[in-house]
């Protein structure tokens, strides 16, 4: 079992810039996929950002050119750096692991919410 908790997240004007953390623990070996994924009232989970333990990463087109995902495998644990942040990025955002390219783990959630 993989337990994931997040930091980070909050209210801020558009504009402005979060950035959120997540640490893993438990069965963590060769866990390959670590991201975010980001559910909005309404509206489907949808993936925000996400790495492989090969160092690839995949980002949503709707946030391309503004937030940055990076991993430290030594620590087990990912962050998202969030800038130019637009009201539509309004969320609850869930740090998310797996073995293979999906997640198999997924954390509690943190609320981001930007103010226009």
């Not at 402005?16 to 991201?35: D, E, F, K, P, Q």
């Not at 503004?66 to 750096?81: C, E, H, P, Y």
């Not at 955002?93 to 997924?106: L, R």
């Amino acid at each position: 079992q993989v337990q994931l908790v997040e930091s980070g997240g909050g209210l801020v004007q558009a504009g402005g810039s979060l950035r959120l953390s997540c640490a893993a623990s438990g069965s963590i070996l060769s866990l390959n996929y670590m991201g975010w994924y980001r559910q909005s009232p309404g509206k489907q989970r949808e993936l925000v950002a996400v790495s492989s333990s090969r160092s690839s990463t995949n980002y949503a087109d709707s946030v391309k050119g503004r937030f940055t995902i990076s991993r430290d495998g030594a620590k087990n644990t990912v962050s998202l750096q969030m800038n130019g942040l637009k009201p539509e990025d309004t969320a609850v955002y869930y740090c998310v692991a797996g073995w293979t390219s999906s997640p198999n783990y997924w954390g509690q959630g943190t609320q981001v919410t930007v103010s226009s």
